[in-house]
């Protein structure tokens, strides 16, 4: 099974930006494409962001969208999720997963074949 390496996580003002990048080590993307979620204390594991692997289209959540951006970079094989304006409610684990088997599901974490260990992003009030 291939590693997903995730990076970029950390402490930011509200309003501030960050940026996470996902990288399958060992081999390219397989499937259809890449996705985020992240899941905050108590509350549920939910869809952030997904792009199809060959970075042609794009799907946000609601709560996200105009302030993330989802991108590919097919030569470094990597992914990454530009985070701004943040907000204290994105304060989560933040999770890559890969290998997108069904094209029509970018928002069902049960789609991915290969997950990342989770970054934390806080974002301070």
């Known amino acids: 099974q291939v590693q997903v390496v995730e990076s970029g996580g950390g402490l930011v003002q509200a309003g501030g930006s960050l940026r996470l990048s996902c990288r399958a080590s060992?081999?390219?993307?397989?499937?259809?494409?890449v996705g985020w979620f992240r899941q905050a204390p108590g509350k549920e594991f939910e869809f952030v962001a997904g792009?199809?692997?060959?970075?042609?289209?794009?799907y946000y959540a609601d709560s996200v969208k105009g302030r993330f951006t989802i991108s590919s970079d097919n030569a470094k094989n990597t992914v990454y999720l530009q985070m701004n304006s943040l907000k204290p409610e994105d304060t989560a684990v933040y999770y890559c997963?890969?290998?997108?088997?069904?094209?029509?599901?970018?928002?069902?974490?049960?789609?991915?074949?290969?997950w990342g260990q989770g970054t934390q992003v806080s974002v301070s009030s």
């Open positions: 997963a890969t290998d997108l088997m069904d094209s029509s599901d970018y928002d069902d974490p049960t789609d991915y074949n290969s």
């Open positions: 792009i199809s692997r060959k970075g042609g289209s794009s």
């Open positions: 060992g081999r390219t993307f397989i499937g259809y494409g």
